[in-house]
Each structure stands twice: as C-alpha cells, then as structure tokens.
C-alpha cells in the first residue's frame, strides 16, 4: 500500500506560495512506514484536477488532498472528488453549526457562502477541523481507497493530521513499521566525485543510500525501515559508519549539524577562540558563528573591511601589496587574517576576500574567485583559493564562500 500527496491551488503554480504541506506530509507518511512516490500540483481546475485523480486512485491506496475546501468558488476539491466517483454532496448540519459558531465566537455573522464547507460526498466521515471553518474528509469511495481531504492552511492541516489522520491510520494497521533517515553531509567533494567513492552502497535495499546536493554541500541520505527508530538506527549505524569512513575529512555532521556549530565544538573543547575579517561575505560568516547558542564562548567579534582603506586602517593590510597583488589575492587574505587575530587578540583568524559579482570580475579574477586566509596560533598563516563560477549568483557566491572558509578552518582543526 502506497500514498499519494496533492496539493490543490493555483497560487502554488504561480510561485505565490511555498508547498510547505507537502514536506510535512512527506515526512508524516515516512514516519508511519506509509511508501509514497508521487506528489502532484495542480490548479484550481475540475477537469484537470478529475485528470489526476483518475492517474494517481490507479496506483496507489491512500490519497491525501490539501487546498480547495475554502468558502469560494474556485474552492472545488471535495464537489470534484464527488463528480469524479458520482456520489452526491450532502450537506452536514453539525458543520453548519460548527462553522456558525466560530463565526460567532469572533463576533462575526456566518456568510451565506461558508454553507458550501458543510457539502461533503455521501457516506463520508468528517474528518474535524478544531481551529479553522473548513472541514475535510475520510472517505472510502470504494474498496482498497482511502480519501483525505484537508484544507490548505498549514497550521489547521498539521493539528488535523496528527489529531484524526493519524489515528485512523493507525488503527487501519499503519504505524507498525517507520521509515527512519539519517543525512550525512560533507564539504569539499563534488556530487559526482563522492557517488563514485560509496557507488556499491547504492545498491543496498535496508537500510537504502542515496545522494543529494545543493547550496555548496552533498548529502547522503541513509534510510531504513523497521520496527521503531532503535531499530532503525541498528541497521543504519555500520553503514553510516563505513560511509564516514571512506569519505574522511569530507564527512563534516549529519542531520542539522552545521559548519558552524562544528566548529563552535571544535574551538570549545580546545579552548581556543576566533575572530574573522570579510569583505565579499559582508557580514555572513560573523552571521552564521553567532546563528549558535553560546558561540560568545569562542568567537570574539569580527570585521566587516568592505573598502580597502579599512584592510589597511584597520587591519594592518599592506598598501603596497594591495597596489601589487589586488584586494582578491592570497597575499591580502592572509593580512586580513594576522590582522583580525592580532587587534582582537584571538587564536584564530579567519578571513574572506573574493568576487561575488554579477560585476567586477575580469579574465584573470573573474566572478566566483574567493580567497580565504587563515591565521593560526605562533606564526601560523595560509591561504586557500576558491573558484565558485558564475552560475552560482552573487547570495550563493556569498553563502558558499563563508561556508568554505568554516570548512577550511575546520580541517585545519581537525588535522593537529
């Protein structure tokens, strides 16, 4: 048995809105063992919306319906889930009420055309929505399909799910079994690269391997089914282990670990504390350190030396160096690192220098060059060059780059 999502709206289509319901779902439906392979969008339109219908009752046992129980006319989810299985709307007097008295509650009247929330197919259960005006469905048109429908509003979706859906499905035997993942995530080796070095794991059946990539980083999604989440964790634990393994210094967290806040452990068991100076980044490494709750254990402060007369002023930058070799060079990143380490009196300094662009780039420094600097305890200085592209766009050239300058750091951490 299998589930399929659809997310009913227009607005969705047209980018209005992100499609949150369905993550939630997604993540619902693996947390009863429930399989779903399909999610489908599609607008406020009673023939296409028959058209999916038709496609996914096909293939699978459990349909889930989110948008389009609303009081207006392009609310049409539940009259086309009728037309579709030609059963009659019949409408509820107790939804009525319902809808009645939360309008009064509010001190509003009930309009005329919230009537439309209490028409429900013909043998259908409520299924009840404890804060908003729009009911849905469990409906059994016929046998081996189950029907959901909810409304659109996240917040009353996610208290009718976990409230009603759940323990209905439960009680149809669901829940029995789960669908538990862990997310490896590494830094520093492309997709393609890392899939090559752990390619015979893709090929396991429980727990299942699976890459993904995005915003600079590649994951390894590391999924099992079993029992309960210690049981899953038994079968996923020695792989997850031989995945770190292969992977060595790339492998930097899992799950909601970030850079970040590794590194915040890293300097917090040493003792040890840290300072930065950006200029691409504008801000966003200094950002990311202070995102972690009690990073003023270990990271100072830092500066923002946008314009070159604050590499100098303020950090101690070169001036000739900066004629010769540029503001985006080696030579300058590793300045701004002694630099901040020294006025702040740090362990550690760590900086970024690059071209984040649309503009500014030329043939020998084009858009995507980044060069980060790092200072370490005694006379310990180097510098790491990072060619990030183009096609990336100025925030990603951004957030990539303070990213890889906690990455550098981290290593060099981790290397003592």
């Not at 840290?274 to 801000?283: P, R």
């Amino acid at each position: 048995m299998s589930a399929e999502i659809i997310c009913v709206g227009t607005e969705m289509l047209l980018g209005d809105i992100l499609n949150s319901n369905a993550q939630y779902l997604a993540k619902e439906l693996a947390q009863l063992g429930i399989p779903h392979y399909y999610q489908t969008v599609v607008g406020d339109n009673p023939e296409r919306l028959k058209e999916v219908i038709e496609i996914a009752a096909s293939r699978v046992e459990i349909l889930i319906f989110t948008g389009g129980l609303g009081p207006t006319p392009d609310d049409l989810t539940c009259e086309t889930i009728a037309d579709f299985f030609g059963v009659p709307l019949v409408e509820r007097a107790d939804i009525v009420e319902d809808i009645a008295e939360k309008f009064a509650q509010r001190g509003r009247v009930m309009s005329p055309n919230n009537r439309k929330q209490a028409l429900i197919p013909q043998g259908a259960e409520i299924l009840p929505n404890p804060t908003g005006t729009a009911p849905g469905i469990i409906w059994q048109p016929r046998t081996g399909l189950t029907i959901f429908t909810f409304p659109g509003v996240p917040s009353e979706m996610y208290r009718m799910w976990s409230e009603t859906a759940v323990p209905f499905l439960k009680s149809q035997g669901w829940g029995k079994e789960i669908i538990y993942s862990r997310s490896l995530r590494f830094w520093g080796i492309g997709e393609s690269a890392l899939a090559e070095k752990v390619a015979t794991y893709f090929d396991l059946t429980n727990p299942t391997v699976a890459p993904y990539a995005g915003k600079g980083e590649v994951r390894l999604r590391v999924s099992a089914k079993a029992a309960d989440a210690t049981a899953a964790e038994a079968l996923i634990a020695p792989i997850e282990k031989q995945l770190i393994e292969i992977a060595g210094l790339d492998y930097y967290g899992a799950d909601d670990d970030t850079l970040a806040a590794v590194i915040g452990d890293l300097l917090r068991s040493s003792g040890e504390t840290l300072s930065v100076a950006e200029s691409c980044t504008g801000g966003g490494l200094g950002q990311m350190l202070t995102e972690i709750s009690g990073s003023s254990d270990y990271f100072w402060g830092g500066v923002i030396s946008y314009d070159n007369s604050v590499k100098v002023g303020l950090l101690g930058v070169n001036p000739e160096d900066l004629e010769k070799f540029g503001a985006v060079s080696a030579t300058v990143a590793e300045q701004m690192a002694i630099g901040v380490k020294s006025r702040l009196s740090t362990t550690w300094g760590l900086s970024i220098t690059g071209i984040a662009g649309p503009s500014g780039g030329t043939e020998t420094k084009p858009v995507g060059l980044v060069y980060i600097g790092l200072a370490g305890p005694g006379d310990e200085v180097a510098s790491f060059e990072h060619r990030l592209g183009t096609i990336r766009g100025r925030s990603l050239i951004r957030y990539v780059s303070a990213n890889a300058a906690l990455d550098n750091l981290r290593r060099r951490l981790l290397k003592r």
